[in-house]
């Protein structure tokens, strides 16, 4: 989950700030640009991406099914099923828990999608 303009210690003494190749942290966009219960992609530095948004819970993930090893929508921006609380997979309908990134159902189950570390800052999420 993303935290809100503050640095999270884990629990080995680093911080949850990754650095791009120029040291400098990433902003992804702006919080507008996210809706309050949506999801939108995003191409980073070529590395394909998406947010989900649950209210104040942001999360950031890599866009490869763990099954399939394919991008997860089939139109941009869509990452979340009809009732817009899980991630599904559009090729084989997987389900995804938000908060976590695990397969909760289908062909995948216990398998988990990449999470990556971000926080929000000057109403911007970053990738850090």
């Known amino acids: 989950m993303c935290r809100d303009s503050k640095l999270v210690k884990h629990a080995s003494g680093s911080d949850?700030?990754?650095?791009?190749?120029?040291?400098?942290p990433s902003p992804l966009c702006h919080l507008d640009e996210l809706?309050?219960?949506?999801?939108?992609?995003?191409?980073?530095?070529?590395?394909?991406l998406f947010a989900v948004r649950q209210g104040?819970?942001?999360f950031v993930y890599e866009n490869n099914?763990?099954?399939r090893g394919v991008p997860l929508e089939?139109?941009?921006d869509q990452f979340l099923d009809s009732s817009g609380r899980l991630i599904q997979c559009a090729t084989h309908g997987a389900l995804f828990l938000p908060e976590?990134?695990?397969?909760v159902a289908g062909p995948c189950v216990?398998?988990?999608?990449?999470?990556?570390?971000?926080?929000?800052?000057?109403?911007?999420?970053w990738l850090g």
């Open 74 to 76: 089939w139109v941009p």
């Open 100 to 103: 976590s990134g695990e397969c």
């Open 110 to 125: 216990g398998q988990s999608l990449r999470q990556l570390p971000c926080y929000i800052s000057h109403d911007q999420l």
């Open 35 to 48: 809706p309050l219960h949506g999801s939108k992609g995003f191409l980073h530095q070529g590395q394909a």
């Open 16 to 24: 949850n700030r990754r650095m791009t190749d120029h040291n400098t």
């Open 56 to 58: 104040e819970q942001v």
């Open 65 to 67: 099914c763990p099954h």
